[in-house]
């Protein structure tokens, strides 16, 4: 049936509604700019992992040494890894790396911590 509307409702969209549509989007935008940075950064240092377990020239490194190359690579990124955050294993003829690390992060309200597990090898 054309034409017919159910009862309560109002010609055009009330204004309200529209700015409360806004100001969610607006709200999701805000928390995607404060959360998306640390998931690219972790996509960086997975790359940088998987780089280094496969280069010829640090298998001749030792463990403790690939260990310092990898807190030191996420420390120029600003990610918040330790050495007892870095495992690393050889395994035949490359190194096994696992990194476990999170990012603690401040909204306005709440307060996320992000748990970050890259590894490679």
Do not use: C, Q
Request: charged residues 20%; without cysteine.
């Amino acid at each position: 049936m054309e034409g017919t509307r159910s009862p309560g409702s109002s010609g055009p969209i009330a204004a309200w509604r529209i700015a409360a549509g806004i100001g969610v989007l607006v709200l999701l935008a805000a928390i995607a700019v404060l959360l998306v940075p640390p998931y690219f950064d972790n996509w960086k240092l997975e790359s940088y992992l998987a780089v280094l377990s496969r280069d010829a020239a640090a298998r001749s490194h030792p463990v403790d040494l690939v260990r310092a190359l990898v807190v030191d690579d996420a420390a120029w990124m600003g990610l918040p890894v330790h050495l007892d955050d870095v495992h690393v294993t050889p395994d035949r003829g490359r190194f096994k790396i696992e990194v476990l690390y999170v990012v603690h992060i401040d909204l306005p309200v709440y307060t996320v911590d992000l748990h970050f597990r890259p590894g490679a090898g």
